[in-house]
């Protein structure tokens, strides 16, 4: 995974609306650069086919957005937590090129199928015309306390920051354990806590919101100089509270 997307980490936000970004676009020569981008990044899980596709139109998203990047995917084993670890490498990548993202999970897309592989999520997509309209303080975002999402006293500061990882609705549904030798992730699924997605939907939103805190976790693990091999664990039972996502046995 490509290191330089750390710094990446304080700037990004959501634009949940695309509006005051000034009148720059993404060039023809920037969407060729984001395909070949795509091909570069680290999967999570190595044996799942990924494709993206590139569209004005086709899609439900009105939020402003020049373009959406649809993802599709084959599924297998963790392949929606596999979605998230690209798709947030992805994100991470556009805007060190000022580009505005919004993760948009509620979508539908005229185009279900592409190559075999099954629509999953899209991120709709602007250029910001200057960097001074991405996050200024990433500390002031609305998130849990680091108590509610990290047990254990271990590697706090790395805590701090993967705690701000973007999740549908705010849900932010994860929890670590922390020792000395090594990291325990969880995703947690509290009874109520859905903001706006249908309830049916939860469960599939959050795994890929795994996938997304895992890509942070790594960033900041690597970042630190901190050694790892990491384990995933398929999950046995989707509806239970607490499920071992990923073990990260440190070196």
Known sequence: MDNKLYDMIFKRKSF????????????????KDIENEFTKLTPLVDDIKVKIKIVKEGTTCKRGQE?????????KDN?????????EQLDLY???????????????????????LDF????????????????KDMYKSKRKKLQEIW???NDLDIANIVRFAPS?????????????????????RKEGKRGMMPKDKVIFYNQ????????????????????????????????????????????
């Open 16 to 31: 949940h609306l695309f509006r005051n970004i000034g009148n720059e676009h993404i060039t023809d020569e920037e969407i």
């Open 208 to 251: 890929i919101d795994i996938g997304i805190f895992l890509c942070f976790l790594d960033l900041c693990l690597n970042k630190n100089s901190i050694d790892y091999n990491k384990n995933l664990y398929v999950e046995e039972n989707y509806e239970n509270e607490k499920n071992l996502i990923a073990i990260y046995e440190i070196k």
């Open 67 to 75: 373009y959406c990047i649809l993802f599709y995917s084959e599924k």
């Open 94 to 116: 556009l805007v060190s090129k000022n580009i505005g993202t919004l993760w948009f999970g509620i979508g539908k897309v005229d185009e279900m199928q592409m190559d075999g």
């Open 151 to 153: 047990n254990g006293d």
């Open 168 to 188: 549908a609705c705010n849900t932010q549904p994860w929890i670590v354990e922390s020792s000395a030798k090594e990291l325990k992730v969880y995703r947690y």
């Open 120 to 135: 999953i999520i899209m991120i709709a997509i602007a250029k910001v015309d200057s960097a001074d309209k991405f996050r």
């Open 79 to 87: 392949y929606l937590q596999n979605i998230g670890y690209l798709g």
